[in-house]
């Protein structure tokens, strides 16, 4: 009985590992994804915050200096092109508001040619749309324009 089950062992290994290597290289990897994600969430949040203190009269100016300081933005894995979606917009006020909000938007496309994560994904889904990975971040700050009330 014992000399059947010497190769159990074997083909058990031979048939587990793949799907273990996989898992673990997916858990690394998405573990990557979301890193990045934390990043450009960061990037959006603190030039809102730092358009939102602005004053407004001069924002297109000023929004531009705030662009400009966070395009040298460096993401951990760079997996995404990001900065040519990289916008910062300022939204008027509604009827019943005093002050206007800042818009902060991050659209970062995935770098097809870095990774073959999307390739493993289209596979498994029969679909040629590799956008499944691509990234909005929008970040809505209020504004403190005070210059208005002072006028």
């Avoid at 000399?3 to 573990?31: C, N």
């Avoid at 040298?72 to 005093?98: C, R």
Wanted: aromatic share 14%; proline share 3%; net charge negative.
């Amino acid at each position: 009985m014992m000399k059947f089950q010497k190769g159990q062992l074997l083909v058990e290994f031979a048939i587990i590992l793949p799907l273990f290597l996989l898992f673990i290289f997916s858990i690394v990897y998405f573990s990557m994804v979301f890193l990045d994600y934390m990043t450009l969430s960061t990037v959006a949040r603190n030039s809102a915050r730092e358009a939102a203190v602005a004053n407004a009269a001069e924002y297109a100016d000023h929004y531009q200096v705030i662009r400009s300081h966070y395009m040298n933005q460096t993401l951990p894995v760079d997996l995404y092109d990001w900065k040519n979606g990289f916008k910062i917009a300022y939204q008027e006020p509604q009827q019943n508001e005093e002050h206007g909000n800042v818009i902060v938007t991050i659209d970062a496309k995935f770098k097809e040619d870095t990774s073959w994560l999307p390739e493993i994904i289209d596979g498994l889904t029969n679909n040629k749309d590799s956008s499944k990975l691509d990234l909005h971040i929008t970040c809505t700050m209020y504004s403190e324009d005070n210059w208005k009330t002072q006028k």
